[in-house]
Every structure is written in C-alpha cells, then in structure tokens.
C-alpha cells in the first residue's frame, strides 16, 4: 500500500522528505508560480493543499496614501506644537482650566501624530512589518493610548464648561478636580491600551516570499472574543465619551438659557 501511493504521489512532487512523524511533498514550479505544499502523514493520504500567493506589494494607491498621511502629519506637527508654545509665553493662561486642557489635548494630538499618522505613513511605504513584535507591541499600545487620551481629554473640556457655567463662583475648586481628572484619564487611557498590547503580534504572512505582519491573527481562540473587545473598544472610545459630551453640552445650553 505505502509503494501504491508513492507511485500515485511522484507526478505531484519533486522532493519527497520523509520523517518519523510525517512525510512533506512540496512542488514549486507550476504554471501559476505558487507553491503547492502537501502534508502526508504516515496514516492518511493527501491532504491540505494551499497555493501561497504573492505578498502585496507597493502600489500607486500606497504612494498617495502615505503622502496624504504624511502631509496630515506635518500639519498637526505644526499646529498641536504651536498651540502649546502659545499657551506657555503667556503666563496668565497656565491657570486657567480652560487652556490646561487644551495643552494636553495638544499634547494628546501629538501622540496621536506620531503612534498613528507617522506609523502608518511609513508603514504604507514599506508595505510590511520591519520592526520586530516588541515594537509592534509598542506601536499598537501608544496609538490605542493616544485615542482614548484625545477622547477622554474633550469628555474633560465639555464638563469643564458646564461646571464653570454651573458653579462660576466655585473655580478653585473645579480646578483643583480638573487636576485630579488628568491624572485619572491619562492612567485610564494607559489601562485600557493594554490588551492593544496583548493581542497584535507579528506573523510570518502565507506568501512565497518572506513576509511579516503585525497583526492579531491567531490570537483569539473563538470569534466572540474579538467581538467582545472591538465591543469594548468602541462603547470606551466612541459611545460613551459621545454620550456624556452630548449631556454637558446640553446641561450647559439649558443653564444659559
């Protein structure tokens, strides 16, 4: 039986490798340039048959892309840089809560400047992951920390107008909570990138050439796990920040009218 199905595996492979636990028929040339690689185990026959494909390449939608990230980068570069300048040559701002959180909220846009838009400019014009899975990890945590600072950052300004618009008589004290409240989002938004961290690492891509990614493929061992994250990520970014900006704005409306 085992000389039947070598004799009927000889036209399918070129170089037949065999081991203790299984035997690997790979075929490289065929017509298409894919690889064809055949798993055969001592117990079965022909199974798992995949065609590796190219890895993408640069393209002209790569090159405008990454010009578009580039020049965007360069403009919140300039701007968030300018804005906290502005805000330290005059003294009499450093006080109030106001311009406080507009400097961190530029200091927030800085991050997302750099983790972001750079990162992902350059990582556009180099197609794959070149920086090992420590700094994929890296990369990954900072972006996901710079969004949930901006965000948290104007979830601070919006209750910052209504208390002042509430209780103007009471700003020593509102700034004293405003201080306390960047302390609490910058280490709620340094807690929540964490799993960011855990779940993107870099993988070897199924291609013919050797090809690295940083993904989070293989990471979640059923699909309601990914769910539950992107859920969780989305209602602390997006839907809650939303919710509460939306009441204080409207707190304040009612108040001044």
């Not at 945590?141 to 710079?146: C, I």
């Not at 979830?155 to 405003?178: E, F, Q």
């Not at 302390?183 to 090809?211: D, M, Y």
Request: charged share 15%; glycine share 4%; hydrophobic share 45%.
């Amino acid at each position: 039986m085992w000389l039947g199905s070598q004799t009927a595996l000889s036209n399918l492979t070129e170089d037949i490798t065999v081991t203790s636990l299984e035997m690997n028929y790979t075929e490289t040339s065929l017509k298409n340039d894919c690889d064809y690689k055949f798993n055969i185990s001592l117990n079965e026959s022909l199974h798992n048959a995949t065609c590796l494909e190219q890895a993408p390449q640069f393209t002209v939608e790569s090159m405008i892309r990454g010009s578009v990230l580039s020049i965007m980068a360069i403009l919140s570069l300039i701007g968030n840089t300018a804005t906290i300048i502005s805000i330290a040559r005059q003294r009499s701002r450093l006080n109030s809560t106001v311009y406080i959180l507009i400097r961190h909220l530029s200091i927030a846009d800085l991050f997302v400047t750099f983790a972001c838009t750079v990162t992902e400019a350059v990582w556009t014009y180099t197609v794959q992951w070149y920086g090992g899975n420590v700094l994929c990890k890296l990369m990954k945590y900072l972006q996901m920390f710079s969004l949930h600072l901006s965000t948290f950052i104007l979830v601070l300004i919006g209750m910052d107008r209504y208390y002042a618009v509430k209780y103007p008589m009471r700003r020593s004290d509102i700034r004293k909570y405003i201080g306390y409240g960047i302390i609490f989002i910058w280490t709620l938004s340094g807690i929540f990138s964490i799993p960011q961290a855990v779940v993107f690492h870099v993988l070897k891509g199924p291609f013919t050439e050797e090809f690295y990614q940083c993904v989070t493929y293989g990471t979640y061992s059923a699909h309601w796990q990914e769910h539950l994250y992107m859920s969780f990520g989305l209602t602390c970014m997006f839907i809650l920040p939303l919710v509460i900006l939306t009441a204080t704005y409207v707190s304040t409306f009612i108040t001044l009218k």
